[in-house]
């Protein structure tokens, strides 16, 4: 009995705080990383604005299966808005892309909407930062200003089917003059 009542009689003992102990040399390492996390993230977001990325996004949602029915889908192309500032629509189908060149003057400022009726493909101007998904029905929207005179092709980088290799374009950069004296020669 003697036991039982010692045992009964003896107070248990606190239990003890888990302690979390981070080594030095663990806790230096920890904060170097994340030092060099804030700085890879403060480079990539001030280079992103000083070359001017910008991410492509639905503009607008179309009806694959109509929407060539209605401007400006019906004669896509090139369209001057205000000197200097051009709205071109592309349509990339199986295996083009609608109109396959676009001749914008030097310095333009073009707005570029592109969408598909058929399959998802993508839309990349070579030497520029213009690299767009398209989703058919979605209409993808880029902003870019051509200050090289040049062709510039545009080409799909989206794989879709076998003639997805013949699909490309361009845009031929010329200068302001040249555009208007072809112009002026196709008037008379």
Not at 139 to 157: A, R
Not at 159 to 168: E, S
């Amino acid at each position: 009995m003697s036991e039982s009542s010692s045992v009964s009689n003896e107070t248990p003992l606190p239990e003890e705080e888990p302690s979390f102990v981070i080594d030095a040399y663990e806790r230096r390492w920890m904060q170097v990383s994340a030092a060099l996390l804030v700085g890879f993230l403060a480079v990539v977001t001030i280079s992103g604005f000083m070359m001017g990325i910008q991410v492509s996004g639905a503009e607008q949602e179309v009806d694959p299966s109509t929407f060539t029915d209605a401007e400006p889908w019906s004669s896509p192309g090139l369209r001057e808005v205000e000197p200097g500032y051009y709205k071109a629509y592309v349509i990339a189908r199986t295996w083009s892309f609608e109109p396959a060149k676009l001749e914008v003057p030097v310095g333009s400022k073009v707005d570029i909407y592109v969408t598909s009726p058929d399959l998802q493909h993508g839309f990349k101007i070579t030497d520029t930062n213009v690299n767009m998904q398209i989703v058919p029905g979605q209409v993808s929207k880029l902003t870019y200003t051509f200050d090289t005179v040049g062709t510039f092709p545009y080409i799909c980088h989206e794989y879709c089917g076998k003639g997805h290799a013949g699909m490309v374009g361009k845009v031929e950069v010329v200068n302001a003059s040249s555009t208007d004296t072809s112009q002026s020669e196709d008037d008379s």
